[in-house]
T-cell receptor, first 116, second 115 residues
Framework: ETGVTQTPRHLVMGMTNKKSLKCEQHLGHNAMYWYKQSAKKPLELMFVYNFKEQTENNSVPSRFSPECPNSSHLFLHLHTLQPEDSALYLC???????????????FGPGTRLLVL | DQQVKQNSPSLSVQEGRISILNCDYTNSMFDYFLWYKKYPAEGPTFLISISSIKDKNEDGRFTVFLNKSAKHLSLHIVPSQPGDSAVYFCAASGDTTSGTYKYIFGTGTRLKVLA
């Protein structure tokens, strides 16, 4: 397996459910990211992890809870979501900090989430 | 307030002609710019980047131009091919006031290359 993988690719959940999104990167990177893409909006950065430590929380509601057990895996735990949370959730990875900020992020295919 | 803007939501170009996608930014701290291509049901794929110390970067059919004084960059695809039909996102980074190098994305331009 190469690149950045995400599972599941599609998820439908009710507002009272608890689910988790998984991301795995096989690129040897040290930083991982969660983004949200809603229709007709730019990609919005949600969380950044660098060497397993969370370095950015972009004012994301607490119903989204990230977890980064190691530099290759990233989870996004979801609970009591709202219909407006329906979106494409993208994971990315990069080598943060090694090129003075000019590192390229590589994205996974995303999880299409629908909250009913 | 959007710091990175792609004012054309869509663009149609004839196969073999040049496609020009535009992006404007407002933050003068940005020093690294990227273009990503996204097909339906896939994540964005890195296409080409440019550092603010350059004004042009070329990779095969793709060339990115940066005009720092105008805070404008453009992606040229020549010749355009039907497989280039996708949504193209511009991204910028370099503002470290928050402590990390965040990417700020535009809303994307949907390119359709007509055969």
């Amino acid at each position: 397996e190469t690149g950045v993988t995400q599972t599941p690719r599609h998820l439908v959940m009710g507002m009272t459910n608890k689910k988790s999104l998984k991301c795995e990167q096989h690129l040897g990177h040290n930083a991982m990211y969660w983004y949200k893409q809603s229709a007709k909006k730019p990609l919005e950065l949600m969380f950044v992890y660098n060497f397993k430590e969370q370095t950015e929380n972009n004012s994301v509601p607490s119903r989204f809870s990230p977890e980064c057990p190691n530099s290759s895996h990233l989870f996004l735990h979801l609970h009591t979501l709202q219909p407006e949370d329906s979106a494409l959730y993208l994971c990315a990875s990069s080598n943060e900090g090694l090129a003075g900020g000019q590192e390229t992020q590589y994205f996974g295919p995303g999880t299409r989430l629908l909250v009913l | 307030d959007q710091q990175v803007k792609q004012n054309s939501p869509s663009l149609s170009v004839q196969e073999g002609r040049i496609s020009i996608l535009n992006c404007d930014y407002t933050n003068s701290m940005f020093d690294y710019f990227l273009w990503y291509k996204k097909y339906p049901a896939e994540g964005p794929t890195f296409l080409i980047s440019i550092s603010s110390i350059k004004d042009k970067n070329e990779d095969g059919r793709f060339t990115v131009f940066l005009n720092k004084s105008a805070k404008h960059l453009s992606l040229h695809i020549v010749p355009s091919q039907p497989g280039d039909s996708a949504v193209y996102f511009c991204a910028a980074s370099g503002d470290t006031t928050s402590g990390t190098y965040k990417y700020i994305f535009g809303t994307g331009t949907r390119l359709k290359v007509l055969a």
